[in-house]
């Protein structure tokens, strides 16, 4: 009996059983260490998992187990409150905040993104949009609701209106408010012909710590104006426009992490170390041959390299497989390279990067070594954050100065001392 009455506070507090989805979503993130809320902005959400302070790799991967178990199970907030107080014991963690605030928040927080973003996918699939085209904006049974959000109450507008974009839920912190899916025969049912009119959107400016200043609608909490789930799984277009926007390379995507190696003072030129390996001027340059010549260097189908910083630690994973699918034939020959690039980098810099036709979110790594074969060679190595761990995904040899010096941006997560 106990158990059904701990379903049913799930599925009425946050819209839902734990679903597939909503899981998925969730474990795809990657653990970030973050001092502040606001370290991860907006659409950085969706790939990153922070608990503001959680700074230790151990502190934040305990967080993260116990808001799994609530996301995957249906642990209510008063388990993971007994969680919570086992970690901080175990941890010494000293957080901002009263415990209940506290836990509430971060609970509240993951919980709604992570069914929002799962419904989202399911609500944007081909097959559900030829149904029910139609999203439906419900406020949540808040004590104290917002007036913004509560005016919002049994607006209808198609799956794909722009209006999505800044107003899907959750639109701040606690917010309970959902979006369900609509037929025409629903839309009859309320007495409409069709869909409603586009709100016009009015904004205010937000000044963050550190004195940078954005637009925000009004009515949403400063970071909450984005589309989770389309940040997530990005919207669904057409192939022929995604042919169009792979054509255009790394300009199909937008930076949102700022920083570069000039603006946090970094060495201009990357030393030329003395390479370990040689050039396979012989190297079969099929993707079996590639997989093979990877798998002789690393030792194995697969191997883990791992960095750490301070009291963080990260792993990055090289699957023969995947990575032999992504290297160009071309560069065949420098995969030699590839442990000493791993073992002995430059810098590692991390970036979230927005995809400008669907929306959706990605976290790379981009692994730099400067290596000496007479003249000067830059290796590059592209990491992609895949369930949770980043992977080996692309390897680039290359001789061109400025095309280095533009790898080197976002937050840059490991040096050379």
Not at 252 to 274: H, Q
Request: glycine content about 8%.
């Amino acid at each position: 009996m106990s158990n059904l009455k701990v379903t049913s506070k799930i599925t009425r507090e946050y819209g839902g059983r734990p679903f597939d989805e909503a899981i998925a979503f969730f474990r795809q993130k990657l653990n970030i260490p973050t001092e502040h809320w606001d370290d991860l902005w907006k659409e950085q959400h969706a790939k990153g998992f922070m608990v503001a302070g959680a700074m230790k790799a151990e502190l934040l991967t305990d967080l993260r187990i116990a808001m799994d178990k609530a996301i995957s199970s249906g642990t209510t907030l008063k388990d993971f409150r007994k969680d919570f107080d086992k970690i901080v014991e175990k941890h010494g963690w000293i957080y901002k905040g009263g415990r209940n605030w506290r836990t509430k928040v971060i609970y509240d927080t993951n919980v709604r993104t992570a069914y929002m973003a799962g419904r989202y996918q399911q609500m944007t699939d081909p097959d559900v949009t030829a149904l029910r085209p139609y999203f439906l904006y419900r406020h949540g049974d808040s004590r104290n609701p917002r007036p913004h959000h509560l005016a919002l109450d049994g607006l209808v507008l198609r799956y794909d209106d722009p209006f999505w974009k800044t107003h899907y839920p959750p639109n701040g912190w606690g917010c309970k408010c959902k979006v369900l899916s609509l037929s025409k025969r629903d839309l009859a049912k309320m007495g409409k012909t069709g869909p409603d009119k586009t709100p016009e959107i009015e904004t205010r400016t937000y000044e963050d710590r550190n004195g940078n200043k954005s637009q925000v609608p009004v009515g949403i909490d400063p970071g909450f104006d984005y589309n989770v789930g389309k940040a997530a799984w990005g919207s669904r277009i057409s192939q022929t426009a995604m042919d169009a926007w792979r054509k255009q390379g790394s300009g199909a995507w937008e930076k949102l992490s700022a920083g570069n190696y000039i603006t946090l003072g970094r060495p201009e030129v990357i030393p030329a170390d003395t390479p370990v390996a040689a050039v396979n001027h012989k190297a079969d340059t099929s993707i079996p041959g590639m997989q093979k010549d990877i798998e002789s260097v690393i030792g194995g189908s697969e191997r883990i390299f791992s960095f750490s910083k301070g009291e963080m630690s990260w792993d990055v994973m090289v699957n023969a497989s995947v990575l032999a699918e992504h290297i160009d034939p071309a560069r065949a020959k420098y995969i030699p390279f590839l442990p000493e690039t791993l073992f002995d980098p430059f810098e590692i810099w991390m970036a979230f990067e927005k995809h400008k036709g669907t929306g959706k979110v990605v976290l790379r790594q981009r692994i730099i070594k400067g290596i000496d074969m007479g003249r000067k060679q830059g290796m590059l190595v592209v990491t992609n954050s895949v369930n949770g761990v980043m992977e080996a995904w692309t390897m680039i040899p290359s001789e061109r100065i400025k095309y280095l010096q533009n790898q080197r941006y976002g937050e840059l997560v490991w040096k050379r001392n």
